[in-house]
């Protein structure tokens, strides 16, 4: 419960809280959306602020256009500032988050519709490996009305067990999510069921398909959802059969990771950061960001709509000028974190926050990751250093390093949105998995040689237009 006495909180870190609240109670996406504000005072002008540069459109309240949400800002009274009445809807257990996320899921489910009836997936065994949330378990039942016969693998820091126990009562096979120690023989399990199409996140089961003689036999092709997943993938000399690069799609690169993880990842890290919403207060901090990419592009707006100072370092000299051109001060990491409260690494690249970051950090400084692989704060190095850990709360703990310098991890380097929130926005995924559907189509019917493929431009073309008819529906 957000227990503000706004009386004695500045209207930005007001608006912060109210936005961060609305994330939380509908896990729904703040750009591209209409939102109305009442009143006029400053706690309003800071929220329609913060809107603004998101990406929302804010419209006046009696203009008498279909809107979200309609911010109470007059009185600056926090449990009143959200007014639309679905907000009050339970969304506790994970059956009702579930429906939640299909209701607002239109894209996903009219691809679907049309799969089912093509008669496609009859039949077909069609593995999942995302991270398991209320919308993966919205495209898991998608495809099993579509007639596949759905599993899912599930890593264990990626798994919301209550999604899982759901999903299994509902008789779809859900392997993993137990613990690190049984992932591979839980893997190798999976794997065993001789898939037709591999849904994977991160390509580590794609590989691990590459790597296993005879694993792939029955597999059509697999579909890739991530940048960091295809990386890899693009290094192999050759790949033994197609793989659908789901991430380079126009209506997941240019959604997907800047605006949803961009918001789901600063969203969370304020919420771990401030767990009693008293307004740690992101106006006026400052956060360095490390990478500019889509992903770290979209944080730094997201940073800044809601009054925060950014600063930029990615050794992509090209990158490095963009964000520039952006407006933001850019320089050496190593430089940049010195001052900053908050750092973000947002490249996707092992060892991105090194030893050396750490060190030069000011003590005290919060330390996440937004999107990530594996060590890409490299705190194992400073463990062996002689640091130590010190338990804060859950997915937060302090590593006091040898030098007596104390960083505040958040999730020890994990892929922050996935492992301590609720994943990405709901629009975001009806969009990304959307494209999974055209994917899984695209496998079945393209007759595609081994390697990686592009979505086709009209699937991608096809996916924006149904988002645009159904916006105002969902």
């Given at each position: ?95 009702e ?20 009836g ?6 077909r065994?069609?593995?999942i ?6 919308k ?8 099993a009305e579509a ?5 899912l ?45 591999l ?12 790597a ?8 059509v ?13 693009r290094?192999?000399?050759?790949l ?5 690069a ?12 800047a ?14 950061l ?18 500019f ?25 090209v ?20 001052e900053a ?9 092992p ?72 994943g ?11 494209v ?9 019917t ?29």
């Amino acid at each position: 419960m957000y227990g503000l006495r706004v009386e004695k909180t500045d209207a930005a870190t007001w608006a912060e809280l109210v936005l961060r609240r609305y994330a939380r109670q509908t896990n729904r996406l703040i750009a591209g959306r209409v939102f109305a504000v009442r009143g006029s005072g400053p706690y309003a002008d800071a929220l329609r602020s913060a809107l603004i540069g998101i990406g929302a459109r804010v419209v006046a309240p009696a203009s008498g256009e279909p809107v979200d949400t309609c911010f109470e800002a007059e009185p600056p009274d926090l449990f009143a500032a959200l007014t639309a009445p679905y907000l009050d809807e339970p969304r506790d257990g994970a059956a009702e988050r579930i429906a939640w996320a299909r209701r607002h899921m239109p894209v996903l489910e009219a691809l679907g519709q049309r799969l089912a009836g093509s008669g496609l997936l009859a039949g077909r065994r069609v593995g999942i490996c995302l991270v398991l949330e209320p919308k993966t378990a919205v495209l898991a039942r998608v495809l099993a009305e579509a007639g596949a016969e759905v599993s899912l693998y599930a890593h264990p820091e990626e798994t919301d067990a209550a999604v899982a126990a759901e999903l299994r009562d509902g008789g779809i096979p859900v392997f993993g999510g137990l613990d690190t120690e049984s992932e591979d023989a839980e893997q190798d399990r999976f794997l065993a069921q001789r898939l037709h199409v591999l849904i994977d996140d991160g390509s580590r089961l794609i590989r691990r398909l590459i790597a296993t003689p005879g694993a792939a036999s029955a597999l059509v092709g697999a579909a890739e959802e991530t940048t960091s997943g295809l990386r890899p993938l693009r290094e192999l000399a050759e790949l033994p059969f197609p793989v659908i690069a789901v991430n380079d799609a126009r209506t997941k690169s240019l959604f997907d990771n800047a605006h949803g993880t961009g918001q789901s990842c600063l969203l969370t890290i304020l919420d771990l950061l401030d767990p009693d919403r008293a307004g740690w207060g992101l106006p006026g901090r400052t956060v360095a960001v490390a990478g500019f990419g889509p992903v770290g592009e979209g944080f730094a707006r997201n940073v800044r709509a809601l009054g925060g100072k950014v600063l930029v370092a990615d050794p992509d000299p090209v990158a490095e000028l963009r964000a520039r051109f952006t407006g933001y001060r850019t320089g050496p990491l190593e430089d940049l974190v010195a001052e900053a409260d908050l750092i973000v690494s947002a490249s996707g690249y092992p060892h991105t926050i090194t030893p050396a970051v750490l060190a030069a950090a000011r003590s005290g400084a919060a330390v996440a990751v937004a999107g990530g692989v594996e060590d890409e704060v490299d705190w194992r190095i400073a463990l062996d250093a002689g640091g130590t850990f010190e338990p804060v709360r859950e997915h937060v703990e302090d590593l006091r390093l040898a030098s007596g310098n104390t960083i505040r991890l958040l999730d020890r380097g994990g892929c922050i949105n996935c492992t301590a929130g609720e994943g990405n926005p709901i629009e975001i995924m009806d969009l990304s998995f959307a494209v999974q559907l055209a994917a899984v189509e695209l496998l079945f019917t393209g007759h595609l040689s081994p390697g990686l493929h592009p979505i086709p431009a009209a699937a991608d073309e096809l996916i924006a237009r149904l988002a645009l008819d159904r916006s105002l529906e969902s």
